[in-house]
């Protein structure tokens, strides 16, 4: 089992920048790949950005590269999502989910472990 917690969400202008955290638990970190999804009302839980068990592979949806960076630190067993040049539509409740590979995914259905989530609102 592996425990996930997010933090770092809030309210934001839009423009501005927040970095998530996700600090997990229970199993050797460095064994999983780790994701970021997130979920708007009313609309299915979409990919953001993935990371493989080292950090040398990152995967980003369209609609956040050039704007998001995913990381991971291992020692801290903890991975990272900085957002930057946030706009209203970003609007969502972000996850964190693992699963134990040396490669990853973006689809959710094939993540293992989530966390509960954190709240991201940008506001206009």
């Known amino acids: 089992q592996v425990q996930l917690v997010e933090s770092g969400g809030g309210l934001v202008q839009a423009g501005g920048s927040l970095r998530l955290s996700c600090a997990a638990s229970g199993r050797t970190f460095s064994n999983y790949a780790m994701g970021w999804f997130r979920q708007a009302p009313g609309k299915e839980r979409e990919f953001v950005a993935a990371?493989?068990?080292?950090?040398?592979?990152?995967y980003y949806a369209d609609s956040v590269k050039g704007r998001f960076t995913i990381s991971r630190d291992n020692a801290k067993n903890t991975v990272y999502l900085v957002m930057s040049s946030l706009k209203p539509e970003d609007t969502a409740v972000y996850y964190c989910?693992?699963?134990?590979?040396?490669?990853?995914?973006?689809?959710?259905?094939?993540?293992?472990?989530w966390g509960q989530g954190t709240q991201v609102t940008v506001s206009s």
């Open positions: 989910a693992a699963r134990s590979a040396s490669s990853t995914r973006v689809s959710p259905d094939w993540y293992e472990y």
């Open positions: 990371i493989n068990w080292s950090g040398g592979r990152t």
